[in-house]
């Protein structure tokens, strides 16, 4: 064995080799080649890192494409929801049971019953402009009561232009009953004009502004009489008896309140309104022009409510023989005096029930009086004792009224300037609100 190794050996170095140096390079073969494959391993690596990057950028391009588009759908459904109306659609359909102690006859068959109105209410936004809007439709005629839109600025002030109630004395109402106070019939307490106004509510304090520019006929300033009675409030139609001869046209109003919480139970809100027009008549001698102003005061003390307000008006007219206005509304003329003043002092009481659908009992009694009225006319006054009953859908006034030289009740005449006796009417108005 040792022979053939020696043999090995010699033949190695004659041929200047040995086993060794084979062997040395059989690995730097080796080594080499494993560098070409790392070298190799490495290039497709970074390719790979290139093509990843390139996908990534592709991911990213999609999804911002993507999200744009995702944005721009979300705006037009939002500007679709926006500019598509959002209406509320409500009503009323109302009923009167009567009996009044001036009319005999109907004592005599035990009072009548009368279906008294229907109603439609549009109530909502269509973008960003607000809508409301009533009609209603009585036995005996068929009126507007109030259409207007309006849009807010801020959180603290709206404007609103069309048929919207004169901001004049308390507000809503200056009464509890369904018969409202003498004010009403004088045009003085929730009267509608059309026209163009403001609310501002800064803090504690609501100031409103207001020109109204004509009343609420829809037949406009014609002096022929036509329509001028058809209404739900009261607007002056002409003087000393003859219709059409005069009407009230662009009256600025301006009324504050200031809304005092004494503690956790008394709130105090007094307030002032004024307002100033113009009359423009038939003929020069029914032009001229008019005021009123009022001091009130809102009082609300746990379930009590008080409203107190003293008013006082004055009609100008260039007809030295004026005596008289003429009022329209509820499809019927009445009178009213040129100047006078007013005072009007109600009381409520909410007492929360749970007697099967009533939910609240409120107990009131209203009292004004209408005074100091030109040409010596005799005072009128009105006082509603009464109860309404709220239960689910359905409001009900239950009044007992007395009133003397007071329209639908003092015999009838609808004349605040005559010298009429007192009248009783009791009455029962029903009325389901949807």
């Given at each position: ?25 059989e690995?730097?073969?080796s ?23 390139q ?7 999609i ?17 679709a ?50 809508l ?21 600025f ?85 003087y ?77 007219l ?101 010298d ?15």
């Amino acid at each position: 064995m040792m022979k053939k190794h020696l043999l090995a050996l010699s033949i190695g170095v004659a041929l200047g080799t040995s086993p060794m140096t084979g062997m040395a390079a059989e690995h730097n073969a080796s080594a080499e080649q494993i560098m070409q494959e790392l070298e190799a391993l490495k290039q497709r690596v970074e390719n790979l890192q290139t093509e990843l990057e390139q996908e990534r950028a592709r991911n990213d391009e999609i999804e911002e494409t993507q999200k744009e588009q995702a944005e721009k759908v979300a705006a037009a459904q939002e500007k679709a929801e926006s500019s598509s109306p959002d209406i509320n659609v409500g009503g009323a359909v109302r009923f009167n049971y009567t009996v009044d102690d001036n009319d005999s006859d109907q004592k005599d068959r035990g009072g009548d019953f009368a279906f008294d109105t229907f109603r439609l209410n549009l109530d909502g936004e269509i973008g960003d402009v607000i809508l409301s809007a009533e009609w209603r439709w009585y036995e005996y005629f068929t009126s507007i009561h109030h259409a207007w839109v309006g849009y807010e600025f801020t959180d603290d002030l709206m404007a609103k232009a069309g048929v919207f109630q004169t901001p004049f004395g308390v507000l809503p109402y200056n009464s509890h009953n369904f018969y409202f106070s003498s004010l009403y019939y004088v045009g003085l307490e929730d009267n509608y004009d059309f026209g163009i106004g403001s609310t501002y509510t800064p803090g504690d304090w609501r100031f409103d502004v207001a020109l109204m520019k004509n009343d609420d006929r829809l037949w406009g300033p014609e002096f022929d009489g036509s329509g001028d009675t058809d209404t739900y409030d009261a607007n002056v139609v002409g003087y000393n008896g003859n219709q059409g001869a005069t009407e009230a046209i662009n009256t600025l109003v301006a009324r504050a309140e200031y809304d005092y919480k004494v503690n956790d139970k008394l709130t105090l809100k007094p307030g002032a309104s004024v307002k100033y027009g113009q009359l423009e008549g038939a003929t020069s001698a029914g032009d001229g022009d008019y005021y009123a102003a009022a001091a009130h005061l809102v009082a609300n003390y746990d379930r009590w409510n008080a409203q107190l307000q003293y008013t006082d008006w004055e009609y100008d007219l260039d007809d030295p023989d004026a005596q008289f206005l003429n009022y329209g509304y509820y499809a019927g003329l009445y009178t009213g005096p040129l100047s006078a003043k007013a005072l009007t002092a109600n009381v409520a009481y909410t007492l929360p029930v749970e007697w099967g659908p009533v939910s609240s009992l409120t107990f009131y009694n209203d009292y004004s009086v209408i005074y100091d009225k030109n040409a010596d006319y005799e005072d009128t006054w009105m006082n509603v004792t009464g109860m309404a009953v709220a239960a689910g859908g359905l409001y009900t006034y239950i009044d007992i009224v007395n009133g003397e030289n007071q329209p639908f009740i003092s015999g009838g005449t609808g004349a605040m300037t005559g010298d009429a006796e007192s009248n009783t009417v009791f009455n029962i108005n029903v009325g389901y609100y949807f």
